[in-house]
Every structure is written in C-alpha cells, then in structure tokens.
C-alpha cells in the first residue's frame, strides 16, 4: 500500500526523525557540487537544482520547477558516515615508567539518511555483506548501522554517467530503506508517494499527514521512475563478464588506458562500494603521545600491494587499473557474491580524464584489439 505526502510533509518528516532523535544528514549545494552533510530541513536541500554529468564533467544548473531532490548523485556517498575516512583507533600516552594504551570510545550518533538512492542501497548491502558478514565485524559500522534510519527517494531523472538500470540496481528502490518516496511535480501540484519498508518507517509516516495514494498518483510516481530508467547516461552488458574479465587479462586495451589513467585514486574515493583501509601510527613532535588512525586507501597507490621483498606488485598504472575494474566486476564475485559496482556512474564522472568503466567494458568484450 503506498501513501501520499505533500511538499510540507517533508519538512514534517525532518522534525519528527529530529524529535526521535536522529542527526540528518542529506544532499545540499556547497562549493559547486551537491553534497552530503548535516541538514535541518527541506530548506537545506538542493531545492530547484539538477546536475550536468559526464565524462570527467560535473556542473550544477537551475531546474525549471523547485523539486527538492531532482538532480542524481554527486561526489560524496554515504559510506563516510559508516567507514569513515579517518577513524582514531587508539591512542598512547607515555608515562613516568612507561606508556598507557588509551583506548578510542566510538559512539556514532543516531543518523536519518535523507535522500538515499537506490544504488547506494545496493552499495550500502555490498559494504554489509564485507564489513558485517565475515569473521572481522567493523565495529564502528556495526555500531553505526544499526543507529540508521534511511530515507530513500526513487530518482527521478537519471545522470549523464547513471547505468543503475543494467546492474539492476536502481531507479526504483526494492529493499534497504526504512521510508522511500518518489517525488512528483506535475503543474501546479508537488507531491511524495511514500512506501513504507520498516515497522520504522511506518512509524515515522504515521506521524506526519500523509493521505492513501490515489491510483493516478501512484501512476504518476511510476512514470516517473520508468522514464528515469529509459533516460540512463551509459549501460554495462553484464553477460558472463567475470569470464570475459578473467580471459582477457592481457587484453592490449589495459595498456592504452593506462596511457590516460593518472592513478590518482579518485575513482575509489567517490565509489559507494570500495573499502580498502591502512593504517598509520602519528607520534606528536614533543613524543609523549601517539595515535593509530585508521585511513581510506586506494589500490591505484603504488603502496597499496607492497610487500618486503619485490616491493610493490603492481608498479604500473595498467596493473592497477586492470586490477581495480577487475576487482569490482570480476574477482568482487568470486569474493562476496555480488558484483562490486552498482552503476552510480561516480567513478566517470570524477575522473579527471573521464575513463569510463562501461566503455573500457565494452572495448575488451568488443575484442578491440
Ligand atoms: S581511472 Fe581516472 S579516477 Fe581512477 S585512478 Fe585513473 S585517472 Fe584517477
Ligand atoms: S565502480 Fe564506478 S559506477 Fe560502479 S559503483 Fe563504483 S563508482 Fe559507481
């Protein structure tokens, strides 16, 4: 059964998760992108923004209506509020007959995801199913995942770089939220469809005014969502593309990427699902305190696969980058199951270069050689 909210309701929804006891933390405009970060109200959302993406491009532009959540992803995902980009592990401090082990007391607090898409649903299962499901638990994820209520909003138009559709990960959200809508602005009316995922969900709707959605509004939500699903930027033909990834590993199209890839990481930074992590130990200069801090890594970095001895076993930009878009395609299967990509579309976009993972895909299964 779904539900009918209007463009007030979701002020209503921000202060009722508010009274619960829930931080918000959704998409907002700063420094030329829509980002995520703590928001009070609807007033805090990109309110009559949308964004140009491709290759490498980014840019924000006005919208010709005031939809609050008509734009696709941006650089930031969620994944920093679960595994965050610098966690503080412990700390010591040096005493008179030694040094004391402090250890770091994590205590996340209660957050609302506001805006979630369906990709990052999928991405946020994926990072579960590595940080939650085997025998080394996360404990700040764990702790941070359970304090989570998720709002997710059906997108409403896709991005220039979005493939969701093809890694049957999106538009429509199917799982992972406690509350998701999908907005409609038609004429004079704006109004939310809510579907209830959670006894949560259903709580919090429950407490805002919401009305039975009409079949012409449920209608409407759903052409929204099919022609979000029609208008993806790119596609990625996934058929047996663990095998064709496996059998091409001395494909001659990993060395003209790697003539453009600059190995600057930035395609792991902004990706929902990567989560490699190192470690550094940072004494202060006076040497009576240190700290373990846990960082996000990147397998673009020559350190990444050092080991004593050869020293780093990917040296060259075409090992790496072969070994990321494999990873995330192929050997992340073998490994967990599922595909590590979810089709966001954010690893083009923010290549400075604008590699694409649909069209390098593509070229090997092409046979382009
Ligand atoms: S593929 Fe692009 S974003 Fe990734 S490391 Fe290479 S240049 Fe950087
Ligand atoms: S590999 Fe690229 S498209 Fe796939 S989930 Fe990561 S950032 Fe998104």
Redesign the pocket.
């Known amino acids: 059964m779904s539900w009918v909210i209007d463009r007030s309701g979701v002020d209503a929804l921000c202060r009722v998760l508010t009274a619960r006891g829930y931080a918000l933390v959704g998409p907002t405009v700063r420094d030329g992108a829509i980002v995520y970060d703590r928001i009070t109200s609807s007033a805090d959302l990109p309110v009559g923004w949308t964004d140009e993406q491709a290759g490498g491009a980014y840019r924000l532009k006005p919208r010709n209506d005031r939809a609050l959540f008509g734009y696709a992803v941006g650089p930031h995902s969620w994944k920093k509020y679960l595994l965050p980009p610098r966690l503080t592990l412990w700390r010591a401090e040096r005493e008179a007959d030694g040094f004391v082990v402090l250890e770091e007391s994590h205590d996340p607090p209660r957050l609302a995801l506001i805006g979630a898409r369906s990709c990052e649903l999928r991405a946020l299962a994926i990072q579960d199913r590595v940080l939650l499901e085997d025998a080394c638990v996360d404990p700040y994820y764990r702790t941070q995942r359970d304090r989570l209520f998720v709002l997710a909003v059906n997108c409403g138009q896709a991005g220039g770089t979005c493939f969701c559709a093809s890694m049957d990960a999106g538009p429509r959200a199917s799982s992972g939220y406690d509350l998701a809508l999908t907005e409609v602005v038609a004429g004079e009316r704006h109004y939310f469809v809510a579907d209830a995922g959670t006894p949560a969900g259903h709580e919090v709707l429950n407490a805002v005014p919401h009305a039975t959605a009409t079949p012409d509004e449920i209608g409407m939500a759903d052409a929204v969502i099919a022609r979000t699903a029609e208008s993806m930027g790119r596609s990625l033909d996934t058929t047996d593309i663990k095998r064709l990834l496996y059998d091409n590993l001395d494909h001659p199209r990993w060395d003209q990427v790697a003539q453009r890839?600059?190995?600057?990481?930035?395609?792991t930074m902004v990706c929902p699902t990567c989560f490699c992590t190192t470690v550094e130990q940072v004494t202060k200069l006076a040497g009576a305190k240190a700290e373990q801090v846990r960082t996000w890594d990147s397998c673009?970095t020559l350190d990444f696969s050092y080991v004593h001895g050869p020293g780093s076993l990917r040296s060259t930009h075409k090992s790496r980058?072969r070994q990321w878009m494999t990873h995330k395609l192929a050997t992340w299967i073998d490994q967990f199951g599922t595909s590590g990509c979810v089709g966001c579309g954010r690893?083009i976009t923010?290549?400075?270069?604008g590699?694409d993972i649909t069209e390098e895909t593509a070229a090997i299964r092409g046979g382009t050689r």
């Not at 890839?261 to 395609?267: H, K, M, Q, R, T």
């Not at 923010?350 to 270069?353: A, E, F, L, S």
């Open positions: 890839c600059l190995a600057c990481g930035n395609c673009f980058y690893c923010w290549c400075p270069v590699i």
